[in-house]
């Protein structure tokens, strides 16, 4: 199989590697990068347990090539921690107990990033809709939803005002 060369940003570092063609991204990140976060689901796109973020979007890696990410930003869990410190989505899942069995957890965490990036304001069916195609086996929507809310309250009240 023929090997391509891709350079790309992943969780804030330069990366070369060479790739075979036709591979994809959840296999470069896992077989190849040791980064298992980015779990490997249904591998048709459907359960959303291998969201990744490439330049601020989420995106399913098992259905995208990795010599197709070539100068592109991605982001995976392991890159939302700063020095040790989880991000306050990671954070919320555990303390809200949002994780359950955990297998949805990395992709349910990397859309929530996306909308509140874009929309530090969701209603509770923004959030439903900005995870949909994320499946959860535990039936454990609720909590999730709840400390995607919590974040985004945190964000708007950073210092406690509303107690």
């Known amino acids: 199989m023929t090997k391509v060369a891709v350079e790309f940003t992943l ?4 990366q070369n590697e060479f790739v075979e063609s036709g591979s994809t991204l959840l296999a470069m ?3 190849r990068l040791d980064l298992y976060a ?3 689901g249904c591998h048709q796109g459907t359960c959303g347990a291998c969201t990744v973020i490439i330049d601020g979007e ?3 890696s098992c259905l995208t090539l990795a010599e197709r990410c070539e100068g592109r930003e991605i982001t995976t869990l392991e890159g939302l921690s700063l020095d040790g410190a989880l991000h306050p989505l ?3 899942f555990m303390d809200g107990f949002a994780a359950q069995c955990g297998f949805c957890t990395p992709g349910m965490i990397l859309a929530a990033k996306c909308l509140l990036d874009r929309n530090p304001e969701p209603t509770r069916a923004e959030i439903a809709d900005a995870i949909s195609g994320n499946i959860c086996r535990c039936t454990g929507y609720e909590p999730i939803i709840a400390a995607i809310l919590s974040v985004a309250e945190r964000m708007r009240d950073p ?3 509303r107690a």
């Open 58 to 60: 989420p995106h399913l």
């Open 29 to 31: 990140l896992r077989d």
């Open 90 to 92: 990671q954070q919320a």
């Open 38 to 40: 980015t779990k490997a």
């Open 159 to 161: 210092v406690g005002k």
């Open 11 to 14: 969780n804030a570092r330069e």
